[in-house]
């Protein structure tokens, strides 16, 4: 009463306040988030508040969906037709998992209210995995649904496993409730397999932790089990007096269907009263169509009919119990619980490996870009080396056709390097060496120098040829008409006694072309192939002379 009222003060004072806030629909959902753990009353108060829920921000909107089935739970209100949460299902897995993880539990108590356990089962998991960065309270609240889960397909160590994780959360947190409610359900998993002993081990920490239960609901449900336990143990007097304790809270048709039916049993020697409290029971139970409950007091009434003789009326309920037996069955066994859980770490598993691979896809993908950039890299450096040891080499051979040449003599050679302006571009080149010597900048400075700057005037090279050789390069142009240009030109500088090498500097030719040019020119003009093409002009043409 006094938690309540309190809610209610403080929804009271948030309200007022909130008239203040340009925005008030966002201060009501985050006060409805506040308060729905400890207060639900108050946080359905704010959340009925907001008036414009199509205007808030995407987010805001899914909270208040969430909070909306959220604030149900809290007060025991039917969730089976909450399907629109379903919707929001995988939108908050990575950027927001404790969302997420809300969103798959909620989802899981809708359908478990559906009947769909195996669904349930699922959702569940799903939000057991996303649960490290979550609340305490919100990971023994799964942990305790996927523990009711298997309880009720009868895998009661799996369900104590879970039920154990779950009390471990709520001791943490101090929550009195939850772990009177968990040592309740860990008891009922030992008295379903008829372990009493350990059963009454549980429901004694109950009934110690008793006073400071808020729920009387929770309360009465703890006494009905603990009168089981008496009752299977022979102890009928406690389990009448416990039964009979029972009847002043206010009760469900369910709670009270259940309580007639442990006076029928206590009371086994009195058969009038066994028959009025079952038939109180039945009535009850059906209203609620509680199968489970309908099962036990068939089973029961097929048996109690049986030990007194009444066989017709025994087969009758045997027969009532198979059909109840089967619906319960149908409904709690469609799928396995434990095939679930292992299919679902399963894919968790394949996910995990698929993840992996893609990694590992990555990496080799990433090694790959790497190898081919350091291999073109390599390839580059490998061109541009070459290339500088071409132009150094270039650079060598025009040194040493600088060395050569002797202004004082007339010679042909003399006259070609003249032409070529070999002195300055040595000169140009041996500056510009000093500082560039080691990058591409150099290669190309080099060509420029070498092949751009003063082409040489080849008309004039002819006539101061020709004066000095008897006018020999006229008459080879007009005897062998068959060579080219190109060719004439590599002619004339092996007439003047130059080399392979500086003929190609001078040309912008390898020495290697400059001597396939050379085979070609031989074969033009029918020469021997090793002849000396200087030697074959001259004797041509002085013959011509």
């Known amino acids: 009463m006094k938690k309540t ?53 995407i987010r805001d909107q899914h909270l208040y969906q969430l909070l909306s089935v959220q604030i149900k739970d809290k007060l025991h209100k039917d969730l089976s037709q909450d399907t629109s949460l379903f919707c929001l299902r995988g939108i908050y897995d990575k950027s927001d998992p404790a969302m997420a993880s809300a969103i798959y539990y909620y989802s899981a108590l809708v359908y478990e209210e559906q009947f769909k356990y195996g669904e349930a089962m ?8 996303l649960s490290d960065g979550i609340h305490a309270k919100q990971k023994g609240l799964i942990q305790n649904t996927l523990g009711r889960m298997l309880q009720k397909q009868i895998f009661m160590d799996e369900a104590r496993e879970k039920y154990h994780n779950s009390l471990a959360y709520f001791r943490e947190i101090k929550d009195i409730d939850s772990e009177i409610f968990t040592n309740h359900q860990i008891g009922n998993t030992f008295l379903v397999e008829n372990h009493i002993d350990s059963a009454f081990s549980y429901y004694n920490k109950c009934i110690e932790l008793l006073p400071y239960l808020s729920s009387d609901s929770q309360r009465v449900n703890i006494i009905i089990n603990l009168t089981i336990a008496y009752r299977i143990s022979g102890e009928y007097q406690k389990a009448h007096h416990y039964l009979e304790e029972t009847l002043n809270y206010p009760l469900t048709h369910s709670q009270l269907a259940r309580i007639n039916f442990n006076l029928a049993e206590v009371n086994v020697d009195n058969s009038e009263k066994v028959y009025a409290y079952l038939d109180e029971a039945l009535k009850l139970a059906e209203e609620e169509d509680d199968i489970a409950l309908m099962l036990s007091m068939y089973a029961f009434l097929s048996s109690y009919e049986e030990n007194r003789g009444e066989y017709v009326l025994a087969l009758d309920y045997y027969k009532k119990n198979f059909f109840y037996m089967n619906k319960f069955f149908d409904t709690n066994f469609n799928e396995s619980m434990l095939e679930i859980q292992q299919r679902f770490h399963v894919k968790e598993l394949q996910n995990r490996n698929m993840i992996l691979t893609i990694r590992e896809q990555r990496y080799i993908i990433v090694g790959l870009i790497f190898t081919i950039l350091l291999s073109v890299c390599s390839v580059c450096m490998y061109r541009q080396q070459r290339n500088l040891t071409l132009a150094n080499n270039l650079i060598l051979h025009l040194q040493k056709m600088s060395l050569e040449y002797n202004e004082q003599e007339k010679s042909l050679k003399n006259i070609v390097l003249k032409h070529f302006n070999l002195l300055k571009k040595v000169a140009l080149l041996e500056n510009y060496m000093v500082h560039n010597a080691t990058n591409s900048r150099f290669v190309r400075k080099l060509h420029e120098i070498v092949y751009d700057q003063e082409v040489m005037d080849w008309d004039s090279l002819y006539e101061t040829m020709n004066s000095l050789h008897n006018n020999l390069f006229n008459k080879i142009r007009e005897e062998f008409s068959v060579l080219n240009d190109h060719d004439f030109k590599i002619c004339c500088l092996t007439i003047a006694r130059l080399s392979n090498s500086e003929i190609g ?18 074969k033009k003009l029918n020469m021997p192939r090793q002849g000396n093409i200087s030697d074959f002009f001259k004797e041509r043409c002085s013959g011509n002379s």
């Open 5 to 57: 009222f309190v809610g209610i003060l403080l929804a009271s004072i948030c309200l007022f306040s909130a008239c203040y806030f340009k925005n008030p629909d966002k201060m009501y959902l985050a006060t409805a988030q506040r308060l729905v753990d400890e207060f639900p009353d108050s946080a359905a108060l704010y959340l009925d508040s907001i008036t414009d829920v199509e205007r808030m921000k």
């Open 505 to 522: 500097i001078i040309l912008n030719n390898a020495a290697s072309t400059i001597q396939y040019r050379k085979t070609y020119i031989r």
């Open 122 to 129: 699922e959702e569940c998991l799903k939000a057991e995995k």
